[in-house]
């Protein structure tokens, strides 16, 4: 069974650039969510949606940041414009129904601004 | 902020059992315990869950404390590929409660 997949692996690019992560949830799940993983602050939850909706936005950091889930097989991250701070690791996850069940996380890309 | 605690390492040898352990003295009712791990460069990988009964799937054992304030995930056959941070996480049944991940234990299986 295909996973979350998530592109691209990997994204390195300048400072001021439009930066946009793509996700794909398993096919079947209602919820998806987005986390960044730092050394300094571990992994975090920037967003999550269910149904297409996004229910929760409180983790994401500043206006720069904005997430879109135009239908259920498709989600993307933004960051525009990019900012050094914002090099980490992206991972999106996925899970199905009610909140006891687990979610499922990509590889993630590991974003780079130089 | 996390509701467990987890000692930052553990070393265990190939082909014995790993035995992780997990505090969550805090604990409330509605409050299921999962596992997950990281492997490098990978993302989060989940592992078992439970609530109050002791589980077991392919790849662990889940081992609840009656109290349910501390449990223990058993790794029965550790191999090198099972090299990886473990995050144990409490959370809440109702949706939306998101997951909190720790710092977890950073486990080595050694040859």
């Known amino acids: 069974d295909a996973g979350v997949i998530q592109s691209p692996r990997h994204e390195v690019t300048e400072m001021g650039q439009e930066v946009t992560l793509r996700c794909k949830p398993i096919?079947?799940?209602?919820?998806l969510f987005w986390y960044r993983q730092t050394m300094m602050r571990g992994l975090e939850l920037l967003i999550y949606?269910?149904?297409?909706?996004?229910?929760?936005d409180s983790g994401m950091p500043e206006d720069r940041f904005s997430a879109k889930m135009p239908n259920a097989s498709f989600s993307t991250l933004k960051i525009q414009p990019s900012e050094p701070r914002d090099s980490a690791v992206y991972f999106c996850?996925?899970?199905f129904g009610t909140g006891r069940q687990p979610q499922h996380f990509g590889d993630g890309t590991r974003l780079s601004i130089l | 902020d996390a509701k467990t605690t987890q000692p930052p390492s553990m070393d265990c040898a190939e082909g014995r059992a790993a035995n992780l352990p997990c505090n969550h003295s805090?604990?409330?009712?509605?409050?299921?315990v999962y596992w997950y791990r990281q492997i490098h460069s990978q993302g989060p990988q989940y592992i078992i869950h439970?609530?109050?009964n002791n589980e077991t799937n392919e790849m662990a054992s889940l081992i609840i404390t009656e109290d349910r304030k501390s449990s223990t995930l058993i790794l029965p056959h550790a191999t090198l590929r099972d090299t990886a941070v473990y995050y144990c996480?409490?959370?809440?049944?109702?949706?939306?409660?998101?997951?909190?991940f720790g710092p977890g234990t950073r486990l080595s299986v050694l040859p």
């Open positions: 096919s079947g799940h209602n919820s």
């Open positions: 996850a996925s899970s």
């Open positions: 805090t604990i409330s009712g509605n409050e299921y």
């Open positions: 439970g609530l109050k």
């Open positions: 949606f269910n149904n297409n909706v996004p229910i929760d």
């Open positions: 996480i409490v959370r809440d049944n109702n949706y939306g409660q998101n997951f909190v």
